[in-house]
Each structure stands twice: as C-alpha cells, then as structure tokens.
C-alpha cells in the first residue's frame, strides 16, 4: 500500500470532518491504490493544532501554515479555514506542488476562486472543492433519472438553502459577519451550494436577477475562535454582509428557476433541497432526509403524485457505507465520499467530483448575483467571469 501524506489548514469543525474523513477511507473504500496518513495540522488559533494532534494523531502541530508547507513529508492539503484566506493559501499549496482539497466558495470573489484554480493547472495538481451535497447517493440519482430523460425536458426548478444559524440577534459578530472576511455572507456561506447543485443538476446559469437583505443589522462582538452558532454579549458591531437572497434564474438549456439562500429562516434547521419539474415528471430532495429521493413518473402527467425511492447500492457511492436501501447515511459520509475522489483524483491525474472549475463557475454566479442586485437587472452570467 502507497502512502499519501497529507495535512490540514484550518482546525475548526471542517478540519474535523475532513480529518475523519481521511481516516475512514480504508474503511469504506479499502481498494483504494493509495492510504493517506495523517503528517501535519496547522491552526491559528492557540492550541487548537496541538489538541487536533492529540485527538486524531498528526504527526506535527503548528500555529504557522507556512511551517506546514515546508515539511517535505506533505504531499496533499486540506484547506478548511474562513473564506478571506482561501485565495492565498489554496494557490500556495497548489504552488507548491502539493495536491489541494478546498472548502467552498474559495475565497470571497470569483477572482479568488479563480486565482486558486491558476495556480493549481500552472503546478499540474488536482483540485477538489468542497461541493458535498451533490456526493449524496439520492442526488447522484437524481442526475442519473435527469440524464436519462426520466421526467422529460426541464421546465422549472427550485432550490432552497435555509437555516437558522444567525436567526438569533446574540449569535457573535464572528468572521462570518464581515466583508473583509466573510464576503458575501450567505451567498458564499449557502448559496454556493446551492449553485453548484443548480449546475450538477440542470447544467450552466445563463441568466440572473437577484435581490439580497440583511435582516439582523447589529450583532454582539466575540473574542477568540467562533462557529456558525455562537453566541456573545460583546459591544454591537454592525454586520456588514448579507442574510437573504432571493434569485431568479435562466438555465442555457431553456428551464427556469429559483434560488433562495437565508441564514436567517426561524424555524428552518439545514432546510437544503430541491424540486425539479419536467414535462413528464418531477423529482425532489431534502437534504435532512438524505436517502429520500421524491420521484414522479409515469404514463399520465395529471393527478399523479409523488413515490418516495430510498437510496441504495446503484446510487452513487451508496454501496461502500451500506448493503441495502433505506439504510440512512449522514453528512459525514458525504465528506468521505469526496475524500475518495480526492484521492482517486491524485492516483488516476484526472478529476472525480467537484473540482475548481466548479468553484470558479459558481462564484462568477455569485458575483453575477451581485451584480444584480447593485443594478436592479437581469445579468448574463458571464459578465462576471
């Protein structure tokens, strides 16, 4: 067996589930050609690298991410830090040989995104990006029934990524909150997503209008490191990024859309999914019953509703976590679904899942949203690519 070292920047709960990931593979995907062991964890943070050592066994421990990249033992990095510093250190572990494994959206701007996945095809490394909800087995069939003409041509669709995370006014005035480090707040954080499933799903946004608002305009300050949910009796800073977006959207291929991301949806937890109707069917997903695929197929097209297929081995990745349908999975696997690809990525030099040309595609969505919403109009995608 190949070893492969690898090592992760960034040690807050992405470093965690990209760490078990790594961790699980031999587990699930046990003919793997290469098994990747675990070299070195950076953080910030203090201590934080040291505790990831502890628990999970690192060789190596550092503060300084750039201590990391000297260490001639890592050949592949897991980026999961805060957005603002995916730009600058994605694109100097691509420069420095090593393999990349990238949480979305890379970066705050499309040129982020774009700057990482330069500096990836200038040292020939693979790029994975951190698109996981498109590793769900449901999904993966869902783009297997689309692809197959199964309820016609597309007409309309809606994909939908609320939650409730900063529905709280006390949630901390963390990174998230901010321009400078959060950008776009929720478009970078959900929307993103939602965008790529969009484009794994239905194939490329041709053209948007958009509108954005923040709905809690003043937060508590935090101190030290912050998650999505926490919470601060700190001075009032003001947020500076945005809570909803609403979009309206033509794909290339004639269908239509929407998108609406909030991070703000009171009584919505990890609301994630989407609906898809064609001329001959429909099909659904809802990403907090993951193994849940709402399909309606047919003769008819009038008064038929919806049979509910449970995920299971044939759709997707299913069979290397499961025997049999209606076996529940979880979040993590679809983490350790796309460490896989990762790694197959490496050992066959050609990508499996999403890669940085899928990040740059939906940050120039993003950046179009942006757009948009600053010029009250439809915006062709490509004008901000």
């Known amino acids: 067996m190949n070893h492969l070292g690898v090592a992760v920047i960034g040690f807050g709960w992405m470093g965690h589930v990209h760490t078990r990931a790594y961790l699980r593979l031999r587990h699930h995907y046990p003919d793997l050609a290469i098994e ?9 943070e203090p201590g934080r ?51 990349l494994w990238i949480e979305k959206p890379v970066g705050l701007t499309g040129d982020d995104a774009r700057a990482v996945a330069a500096a990836a095809a200038a040292a020939g490394v693979q790029g994975t990006v951190g698109f996981n909800y498109r590793s769900a087995p449901a999904v ?45 707040g929720v478009l970078g954080d959900l929307a993103s997503h939602a965008v790529d499933l969009a484009r794994h799903l239905l194939g490329e946004i041709d053209a948007l209008v958009a509108d954005t608002s923040t709905v809690i305009g003043l937060r508590p300050a935090v101190t030290g490191a912050a998650s999505h949910f926490s919470r601060a009796d700190g001075p009032p800073g003001p947020v500076e990024n945005e809570d909803y977006l609403g979009v309206l959207l033509r794909f290339a291929s004639g269908a239509r859309g929407t998108l609406t991301a909030s991070r703000v949806a009171v009584g919505e937890q990890n609301t994630y999914g989407f609906e898809i109707h064609g001329t001959r069917g429909a099909l659904g997903w ?40 209606g076996i529940p999975m979880s979040y993590d696997d679809t983490k350790v679904i796309e460490a896989a690809g990762f790694l197959r990525s490496i050992v066959e030099g050609k990508p499996h899942g999403a890669t940085l040309a899928d990040a740059v595609a939906a940050a120039a969505a993003l950046d179009a949203m942006l757009d948009s919403v600053r010029a009250g109009a439809w915006v062709r995608t490509g004008s901000a690519a």
């Open 49 to 99: 690298a040291e505790a990831a050592a502890a628990q999970y066994g690192f060789a190596t421990a550092t503060t300084d991410w750039r201590e990391l990249l000297a260490d001639p033992r890592v050949e592949a990095v897991s980026v999961t830090t805060p957005n603002f510093l995916h730009r600058e250190i994605g694109a100097a572990v691509a420069a420095t040989g090593r393999h």
């Open 286 to 325: 809802d990403f907090r019953r993951m193994g849940e695929l709402a399909v309606s197929t047919g003769d008819s097209v009038q008064s038929r509703s919806y049979r509910t297929v449970f995920a299971g081995p044939g759709h997707g990745e299913f069979a290397a976590f499961q025997p049999g349908a």
């Open 140 to 184: 993966a069939e869902a783009r297997a029934l689309l692809a197959a003409g199964a309820i016609g041509q597309v007409t309309d669709a809606r994909f939908r990524f609320a939650s409730d995370y900063a529905a709280d006014p006390a949630g901390g005035l963390s990174w998230r909150f901010t321009r400078s480090h959060g950008g776009a």
């Open 36 to 44: 990747p062991r675990l070299v070195a964890v950076a953080d910030a």
